[in-house]
């Protein structure tokens, strides 16, 4: 069993920046793809960006890219996603996910992570 707690979520306005962090339990952190997803009111949940464990290699979404960062710190069972030159749109729950079992599904799908955090908030204000 994992469990992902995330944080950092809060209200900024325009153009601001926030970092949110997520916190993993279990022995083989390492090992594990971690990706950020995020849902708007109304919309389905959708990818933000992804890390895999070994090799660091990262993708992200197009609506993000050159914007957000995500990096993981393997010592602390910790991912963190760095969101620069923020935008309305970018208001929604940011959830964490993990991939354990190396799923074979693409990296932007939901069903490819097997364990998920609550959620934290983001709200960008124009």
């Known amino acids: 069993q994992v469990q992902l707690v995330e944080s950092g979520g809060e209200m900024v306005q325009a153009g601001g920046s926030l970092r949110l962090s997520c916190a993993a339990s279990?022995?083989?952190?390492?090992?594990?793809?971690m990706g950020w997803f995020r849902q708007a009111p109304g919309k389905e949940r959708e990818f933000v960006a992804t890390?895999?464990?070994?090799?660091?290699?990262?993708y992200y979404a197009d609506s993000v890219k050159g914007r957000f960062t995500i990096s993981r710190d393997n010592a602390k069972n910790t991912v963190y996603l760095r969101m620069n030159s923020l935008k309305p749109e970018d208001t929604a729950v940011y959830y964490c996910?993990?991939?354990?079992?190396?799923?074979?599904?693409?990296?932007?799908?939901?069903?490819?992570?097997?364990?998920w955090g609550q959620g934290t908030q983001v709200t960008v204000s124009s």
């Open positions: 996910a993990a991939d354990t079992s190396g799923s074979a599904l693409g990296y932007a799908s939901p069903r490819r992570y097997d364990y």
């Open positions: 279990g022995r083989t952190f390492s090992t594990y793809t």
């Open positions: 890390i895999w464990g070994s090799s660091g290699i990262s």
